[in-house]
Structure formats: structure tokens, C-alpha cells
């Protein structure tokens, strides 16, 4: 593989700026990405409010490949359905980036967590439709799994942050609002609890401490 011209050095270098600008203005529930695609193998050069768990130097998507393999492909693939690895759902855009000879340099790829917002959305809908339930749904039985993992969207709701992204003093204080809830009675509620905030069991029993 021929090494990159300036003019490429500097498109990759310049679109780490936007990026970094795009990751400040939506942090927390945005993850943006640039992507170097004159290198396969180390597509990632940088990213910002990382969600996804991915790192620096790791490889180049589908997408990515087939941006390298085909000059014609789109520039521009906006508001797609994706995940992540642990399956929260994602909207993703992804912008590729060409040189003035038309081949693809980078791509700018930028993810947004849909949890906070889907979070959002029911405690909207629940709020609207006050004064229409047919009955009482209070109930003194300790929350399932769904139920724990809405609790601690709604913590991190009133935040204005995302669970993943929560500091230790944070956590500290979900984990004993769980327990107040009844939350932590249920089967496996530490291993639930860690699963959403993408840490650890042993974090979260510190936490809960």
C-alpha cells in the first residue's frame, strides 16, 4: 500500500478536529468516530464519548471495506438502525470523506445511544397519560430485571447522562436508591445492574458498599 499523500494526511487530520468537536457538543449519548481507511487493519484513529467499547487501531467495519472497495459507494448513509456489541440500540451516520482524485481517505462515523432517549420517551408517555389507567399498577413485589434496568435509566434520565457513563458517586447513589426500591432482592440483581452500567460485579458491589 502506497503511503499517503499530504493532502490525505491532512483530510484524516482535519476530520479528527469536527470530530472532536461533534463529541463535546452531543456528550454524553453520542459516539463519534474517525475512521482512517487508507489502513484496514488500524481503520480507528479516533473516538470520542466511546460507547461501543472499540479503541484506537482497531480494524475497519463493513461499511469501512466497502467505502476501500468501491469508489462509487454513498458518501453519505444517514440515520440507520445499529447496535452495539452488548445489543443497546443505536441510531448511526456514517460520512465517508474523499480525496480530490475521488478515492475514500476516512470516514466520519457518528452513533447515537438510543437508551437515554427511549428512556425519555416512556417516562413522557407515562407522564401524558396520567388519569387514564383502569387500575392501580403499584405492586409491593420487587421489580424484574426490566424493572431494574428502567430504574437505572431514569437515575441517569435525571442526570442527563447515560447509565454507561455514570461516575463512581453516581453509582454509589443508584445503588442505594435500588436498594430502598426493593430492586436488589431480585435473582441476580448485581449481575443485571453491572450488565447495564458496563462495569464490573465487583464494581458494583463496591459501589453498593
Known sequence: MSKPSKEQQLLVEQLKQV????????APFCEVVVH?????????????????????GDP?????????????????????????????????TSIGIKDSGGRYVAALCINVDLTLFGTLQNMLGQFVGA????????SLDPPGADG????IDQFAARLATT????????RRALM???????????????EIVALHLGVSRATVYNDAK
Open 60 to 92: 475497519a467495519t463493513e461499511l469501512g471495506l466497502a467505502r476501500m472497495a468501491d469508489e462509487t459507494y454513498p458518501q453519505v448513509i444517514a440515520n440507520y438502525l445499529n447496535q452495539f456489541a452488548d445489543g443497546r440500540q443505536v441510531k448511526s
Open 36 to 56: 482512517d481507511l487508507l489502513q484496514s487493519d488500524q481503520a480507528i484513529v479516533a473516538i470520542h464519548n466511546n460507547l461501543s467499547g472499540r479503541a484506537a
Open 148 to 151: 431494574i434496568r428502567q430504574r
Open 176 to 190: 442505594s436508591e435500588l436498594r430502598e426500591s426493593g430492586s436488589m432482592e431480585v435473582r441476580r440483581a448485581m
Open 19 to 26: 470530530a472532536q468537536g461533534l463529541g463535546e457538543t452531543f
Open 163 to 170: 447509565p454507561r457513563a455514570l461516575k463512581t458517586a453516581e
Open 131 to 138: 388519569g387514564q389507567a383502569t387500575g392501580v399498577t403499584e
